[in-house]
Structures are given as C-alpha cells and as structure tokens.
C-alpha cells in the first residue's frame, strides 16, 4: 500500500511500514480509540495538500495559491454539518486535545472554574488533568461516578456545580460505557449560567448513526476527535453555535496554531463523505451490538463489567476477582494477539500504570465486518487468555486462533 515510493527511498522504513501493516492484519484490535481510516482516508492524508499554507480560513488566508485548499476546507465543513447539524465548524484542530483546547482558550480565562469528569472514572487528560495544560492552567472540580451503580450522578452533579458555580461543565469521556443524558447537562449549567462542552471523541461516529443521542441541540460547544468511531484521519474539531463562531476560529488561529493540515482537513473531508453513508451508520449500530454481546459473553464467563454492562461500543472490565492486574492482563491478552489497554475502574486502588481493569472496544473489529457470532468468540478467547495467564502453551494456541480469524476478516483487501 502506497509503498512502492518509500520502498525506493527508505527501504528501512518501507519494511517498519510493512511489520506495521502485517500487525494490524493479523492481530485483533480491541482498543476502544481506534479504527481502520479506508484507503480513501489515508490516500488523502499523503496528498499534495500538504504542501500548502493556508493560515487563515476559506476565502480570508494569510498565503496566496489558496483556491483549492479552500475548496477542501469548505467541502469538509460543509459535510460535518450534514453529519452533525452544527451551526459552526471549525475542521482545523490537530487533535481532540487541542479542539478542547481552543475551547477554553475562546471563553475562559486563567483561573476559571471548570466542573469535569475525573480521569481515573473515565474523563480525559484534557479535560483538567493536573499533568495537562487544563489541569494547570483551570481550576478543576472533578465529578465521579456514583459508587454503586459506577454511572453518573445526575443529582450529586447539580449539587457539586450549585456549590462551585464553575464558567464551563465539560461531559464526555474516554471510558464510559454508558448514556450521556446532555439534556441534563445543560439543564444543571444553566442553573449557574455555566457553558457546557461536550466531547464526544470517543461517540462521535455512534451521534451520526443516532446509536447516542447528539449533544449538539444542548452544548455550547461540542468537540471531538475525527479518527476514533469517526474512522477519519487523526485530528480535532469544533462544533458551536454561530454566536460563538468568532470567538472559536481565533482561538484554533492565531490562538493556538498556525497552518491548518490541508492534507489531514481533505482526508477528513473524505472520511465525513463515507460517514454520510447508509453503510457506515449501520457499522455504527453494528458496533453497538457487538459490545453488547461481548460483555454478555464476558459476564457468561465470570468477569464483572464496570457498571453491569453497555450502551455504546466500549466496556470496562473489572479483573480484580482473578487477582490480575490491568497491566499483566494487557500483556497476557497481547501475547493471544489481542491488543488492548489497561484502564483505571471507577475508585481504583491501582495506580493508573497497574490498573485495575482492561477497557475493550468494538469499533475496529466491526470496521473488520465482524458481527455477534466472532464476539462471543473474542469473548472467550479473553476469557480462557487471562484464566491461562501463566500457560505460554495456551496462550499461543489462542494466537493462533485469533490470526485466523483476523485473516477471515481482513482489514485492507
Ligand atoms: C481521545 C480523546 C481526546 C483527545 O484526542 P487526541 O487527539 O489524542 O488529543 C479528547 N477527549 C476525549 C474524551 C478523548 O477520548
């Protein structure tokens, strides 16, 4: 795949491309965050575009030659409101943190008081993270998740933001299986006049398909990553309201960047195309059910998954009966050729580089054009890697098993 160039160039790295490509053929990928972008997607991220400045926005840029990066941009923006029904959309942000960045950078000042979800319970870094900008530069009041039922309180929130009276609420998270009711949301930041940003990165594909309700009828601003249930190229973006449109494509230029990708915003424009489809909304709910009966076949199979289960295409599993840490169980299930991601469960007494649980997605697999029948036998497969933790023997018969079927569903045909 668009090798033979770099074969001649670098073949070092033309053959680092090739393990990498061979990886993700032959191992199955359970990483709630990714995805398989087609090859229109990423024929576009290697396109001529990336040799263009194009400071500014359509029509008003700081370069000349710009009429075609233009027309990119503007047909990429002009498909995200089909696909999302924003008033406002800004396609530059390089990645989702720097989408959420420019959000605060447009409303808050140094100092403001931002009412987040808390990372060990499934927020975000970005999201007010004392190791990230937002956590140094804001005043945080982390909100959790009620100890019980492990989903949001809705009543605890409204009382912690009444008390705190934060500028901005932000919702939406990194690994939390369940509803976000962002009608809600907005009710409890009205009662304080708060703005309320939803990031949706992790769900972004699922709103398309109506799999989640859409916060944009609610927030006032609504940001999101392009390459996770989107299946785009890597990158950020921000919806708002037209009365915050301004405010918004000052904060992503000048206020944080300089060029936009052309390259990555054409690809985006590609990757929204092939979202507007019938086909990719049935992926979407296709996702949906597989995480559903994956965690069926994994309570079948005596784990407990955070919060009893799944609305949307992730789950967390909570390994602490099998006296497993997240951290060995990443490496076990790794070694039967399932990738996944440690993660912290909801009041973790495991530091978030052990954990506690593993969290699984189902948007890569189903991009695969995997249905419930291949679940169950992911399901199992997790479930006999961890129950034979110590067995390399077993572990490489599940290897096998799993190459297999990831080569009945191959990823780029
Ligand atoms: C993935 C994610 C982001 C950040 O995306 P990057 O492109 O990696 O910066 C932001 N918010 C949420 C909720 C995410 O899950």
Do not use: W
């Amino acid at each position: 795949m668009f090798m033979s160039d770099i074969l001649k160039v670098d073949p070092e790295m033309a053959a680092v491309l090739e393990r990498e490509l061979n990886r993700q053929e032959t191992r199955l990928d359970l990483i709630a965050s990714e995805n398989y972008a087609s090859k229109a997607v990423m024929e576009a991220m290697g396109c001529v575009l990336t040799n263009k400045y194009a400071e500014g926005y359509p029509k008003s840029r700081y370069y000349g030659g710009c009429e075609y990066a233009d027309e990119a941009e503007v047909l990429a923006i002009e498909r995200a409101k089909k696909l999302f029904g924003a008033e406002h959309i800004n396609v530059q942000p390089h990645s989702g943190s720097g989408a959420n960045m420019a959000v605060y950078f447009s409303v808050l000042k140094p100092g403001d008081t931002i009412l987040s979800m808390n990372l060990s319970e499934g927020g975000h870094l970005s999201h007010g993270n004392p190791a990230s900008f937002s956590g140094q530069l804001y005043n945080i009041i982390p909100y959790s998740v009620q100890r019980e039922t492990e989903m949001i309180d809705y009543d605890e929130l409204e009382k912690l933001s009444k008390e705190h009276k934060p500028q901005m609420i932000v919702c939406g998270a990194s690994a939390y299986s369940r509803t976000i009711d962002f009608k809600r949301f907005k009710e409890i930041a009205d009662m304080t006049d708060a703005y309320l940003l939803a990031d949706v990165a992790h769900i972004a594909g699922l709103i398309v398909a109506d799999a989640h309700p859409s916060p944009v009828p609610y927030a006032d601003f609504v940001t999101t990553t392009t390459h996770k249930t989107l299946r785009g190229p890597r990158g950020g973006m921000v919806m708002c309201r037209e009365e915050f449109a301004k405010a918004i494509n000052k904060s992503v230029f000048p206020g944080i960047q300089g060029g936009p990708l052309m390259n990555t915003i054409a690809a985006k424009a590609v990757a929204f195309k092939e979202a507007l489809t019938d086909d990719f909304k049935k992926d979407q709910i296709q996702t949906v059910k597989n995480a559903k009966t994956l965690s069926e076949t994994l309570i079948q199979n005596g784990f407990r998954i955070v919060s009893g289960g799944t609305d949307n295409h992730l789950m967390l599993i909570d390994l602490t009966s099998f006296n497993i840490t997240g951290k060995d169980a990443e490496a076990v299930c790794a070694k039967a050729g399932i990738v996944l991601n440690m993660n912290t469960i909801p009041f973790d007494k495991q530091k978030a580089f052990i954990a506690s649980g593993i969290r699984v997605g189902t948007p890569a697999a189903t991009t695969r054009g995997m249905k419930e029948e291949e679940m169950k036998f992911v399901g199992n497969a997790i479930s006999r890697a961890i129950k034979n933790a110590g067995d390399d023997a077993a572990l490489e018969k599940i290897r096998l098993e799993v190459k297999d079927l990831c080569e009945r569903f191959p990823v780029y045909k």
